[in-house]
């Protein structure tokens, strides 16, 4: 599946499907006030200092299911 998380870091944007984020940070939720930076306006984000390490995962487009058993076939 295409990845739902867009990571802003100074002008770029990168998109992922899983964040880590290593150090402190804050969720912001502003339904009336909507982050005018973000394409679309964003309600909900979470902001960090620039020097907090953020790591950014992908998955592949399948993933196995652990709950169910993996056969041939």
Do not use: M
Not at 26 to 44: C, D, E, F, M, T
Request: hydrophobic share 30%; net charge neutral; aromatic share 6%.
């Amino acid at each position: 599946s295409l990845p739902a998380i867009s990571v802003k870091q100074g002008g770029k944007n990168h998109r992922c499907h899983e964040v880590e984020i290593l150090g402190n940070c804050k969720i912001v939720y502003r339904p009336h006030k909507p982050n005018k930076s973000q394409a679309g306006g964003a309600r909900l984000w979470i902001e960090t200092e620039p020097e907090v390490e953020i790591i950014r995962k992908f998955f592949p487009d399948v993933e196995l299911e652990e709950d169910k058993p993996q056969g041939f076939g």
